[in-house]
């Protein structure tokens, strides 16, 4: 297994559009983490799943964001009516279960919002 | 609510020098510190993990340190190299809570 991967790796829309991000986590991690990182800022947790189901959420996400693990493998964000202010690096990390887990990070997909 | 900072926001130094980078958080009541390298325009990789009942982890030139009591840690890195050049990043985790990262320390090391 090769690691957590994000696809894209860049996205550019317009202020308005939906977009749809990916996350494949490693493959026995039952655990998966979405962040939200900008310029010169540590991540920002969002939301994370254990399997399929969604266990936290902050309140960074707001309505316009969604995020899914149909079948406990990898999992989607989705940005409705993006704004200027998602533009960010938005980063899945997976684990195993447990708090005493390393959590592994992937690439990020950078979003930038015009 | 758990706040972490990092001090210093920025570091430069020569080549082969010994370092020590600061992470200090709020809420003494963690489950567990890890530090993380990030290089630019990149995601995180994970560096090293210390649990709440342990005091220190080694992996080659790193050590990380951690005082609960005083809501404290320590990236300690040995002869410094080039290729440690990038932002070095602290996250705390409190029982059932995700983590709480700091700003980070961004480090130059110069041939």
């Known amino acids: 297994d090769t690691g957590v991967s994000q696809d894209p790796r860049h996205k550019i829309t317009k202020r308005g559009q939906n977009v749809t991000f990916r996350c494949d986590p490693i493959s026995e991690h039952n655990r998966l983490y979405w962040y939200r990182q900008t310029l010169g800022q540590g991540p920002e947790f969002l939301t994370y799943f254990q399997n399929e189901a969604q266990l936290e959420k902050s309140r960074l996400l707001s309505d316009r964001f969604s995020a899914e693990r149909p079948k406990g493998s990898f999992s989607t964000l989705e940005i409705q009516r993006t704004e200027q202010g998602d533009s960010a690096m938005y980063l899945c990390?997976?684990?195993?279960?447990?708090?005493?887990?390393?959590?592994?990070f992937g690439p990020g997909t950078r979003l930038t919002v015009t | 609510k758990q706040e972490v900072t990092q001090i210093p926001a920025a570091l430069s130094v020569p080549e082969g020098e010994n370092l020590v980078l600061n992470c200090s958080f709020t809420?003494?009541?963690?489950?567990?510190l890890q530090w993380f390298r990030q290089d630019p325009g990149k995601g995180l990789t994970s560096l090293l993990l210390i649990q709440s009942s342990q005091r220190e982890q080694t992996s080659g030139r790193l050590n990380a340190s951690l005082d609960k009591s005083s809501g404290r840690s320590t990236l300690y890195i040995a002869a410094s190299q080039p290729g440690d050049s990038a932002t070095y990043l602290c996250a705390v985790r409190r029982r059932g809570q995700n983590f709480v990262f700091g700003p980070g320390t961004r480090l130059s090391v110069l041939p």
């Open positions: 990390a997976s684990s195993l279960e447990g708090g005493q887990r390393e959590q592994y």
């Open positions: 809420d003494s009541a963690i489950y567990n």
